[in-house]
């Protein structure tokens, strides 16, 4: 009689311990199922870069995805990084590369492991410098945003006064990213229509995209060219344009004598923007990084899950932020 009782209380007992036992491997195999793409930046640091990873992994939560945020500041942290997602299962990345022309390495790499890629911001060129159609793109239309600055900066101009003739621009120049030699065109053929004087343009080529690189460019130009009391500042991203203003403020310029103008509307600006006193940072024309990051990510994801493969080339512009609209334009572009 008690073996009869005590029979049903251990086979009950035992398949409990099976199904504890089993939980921890079911947990395992649903993880396993779950997507993971990487989103790897060349500049993790940089406020506009952490938006758009962090973007990335809030949708990631929300549609049941896993993000794995990774820097790649130059081509062998990028292969590693490539490495290190095909290790953890990764399907495939998004990419902000360090030097576009890495793209055919890149995309060697990826293709060995059959993931997926998607760029953003900065497009992959091939070896006959065109653009790689094949790889989806998600960024900037930066010669239009280019014109936006140009034309910011010569409102202003206008607005405060100045005579076109007498002021100088510091174009804060890095060719060898093509994006970036973009943007400055396109400031510099805005300028030019509004009546700056081409002669009155000159070059700080810069060896990174950060502020303290646009500083160093920018220093001996201010130096060389004293005979100029009225500046205009423009580059491809606001923290060049920060180093310029920065240089300029230690060559002894006042604010009011700098007319600076960046591009993306990240927490670099909006710092400068929140100083108790104004500097000779106007305004940039923001982007949405937050946009950026969700987007591809979501493009990315829909392709790995359901074959859609994203557009070829998708181009956003931007929307001029000052010191005095910066807090609403943050508000409806979701940075």
């Known amino acids: 009689m008690s073996f009869t009782l005590s029979t049903p209380r251990k086979l009950l007992g035992l398949a409990v311990g099976m199904a504890l036992s089993a939980s921890p491997l079911l ?36 549609k049941g995805f896993e993000v794995v945020r990774l820097s790649g500041e130059d081509g062998q942290e990028v292969l590693s990084a490539i490495d290190n997602l095909h290790s953890q299962g990764a399907e495939g990345f998004v990419i902000c590369p360090p030097d576009v022309r890495l793209g055919p390495a890149i995309m060697n ?30 960024g900037m239309s930066g010669y239009k945003i280019g014109e936006q600055v140009g034309n910011a900066i010569a409102e202003e101009m206008e607005r405060r006064g100045w005579n076109p003739e007498e002021v100088a621009a510091l174009r804060i120049t890095n060719y060898e990213l093509p994006t970036a030699k973009e943007r400055t065109d396109g400031a510099t053929a805005a300028l030019l229509d509004s009546g700056f004087k081409e002669a009155n343009i000159f070059d700080a080529p810069q060896q990174n995209t950060d502020t303290s690189s646009a500083f160093a460019a920018a220093s001996p130009v201010f130096s060389k060219r004293s005979d100029f009391e009225h500046w205009v500042i423009y580059a491809l991203n606001e923290e060049s344009v920060l180093g310029g203003v920065r240089a300029s403020e230690q060559y002894g310029l006042d604010p009011d004598q700098v007319i600076g103008v960046g591009i993306n509307g990240s927490g670099a600006a909006f710092a400068e ?3 108790e006193t104004p500097t ?30 994203p557009p070829a080339n998708t181009e956003t512009t931007g929307k001029l932020m000052t010191r005095d609209n910066w807090e609403d334009v943050r508000e409806e572009l979701g940075l």
């Open 27 to 62: 947990a395992q195999a649903q993880s396993d199922d779950e997507v993971k793409i990487g989103f790897i930046v060349k500049k993790p640091e940089q406020a506009w870069f952490i938006n758009e990873q962090d973007a990335a992994t809030q949708l990631g939560e929300e």
């Open 109 to 138: 790499r990826a293709e060995q492991y059959g993931m997926k890629v998607v760029t953003v911001d900065d497009r992959f060129v091939g070896g006959d410098g065109e653009p790689m159609e094949e790889v989806p793109h998600l």
């Open 273 to 275: 923007f929140s100083r």
């Open 280 to 309: 000779g940072f106007y305004g940039t024309v923001a982007v949405s990084s937050t946009m950026h990051g969700r987007q591809t990510a979501d493009n990315l994801y829909q392709w790995i899950t359901e074959g859609e493969k």
